[in-house]
């Protein structure tokens, strides 16, 4: 092989390597994607939970002062 085929075959060797580290750049972004959309999901989740609680305990709230008047 001459030089240029040698400077060929090492420019040709560094993209690959280069379009591998961005294949797996872009498999981590996505697993973190995946990650991230569960997380938010969770979050929503444990969100409406806490909405169900809060409300649990207004309606506890106001049935419990009118009994707590009638024993004062």
Known sequence: MDGV???MLQRITR????VDNMDEKLDRAIL???????AL??????HDRL??????QKWLW????PLKKSFS
């Open 15 to 18: 993209v690959e390597t280069k």
């Open 5 to 7: 085929q040698t400077e």
């Open 32 to 38: 973190a994607n995946e990650t991230a959309t569960a």
């Open 41 to 46: 999901h969770s979050a929503e989740s444990a």
């Open 51 to 56: 909405d169900r609680i809060e409300d649990n």
């Open 62 to 65: 106001r049935t419990m002062r």
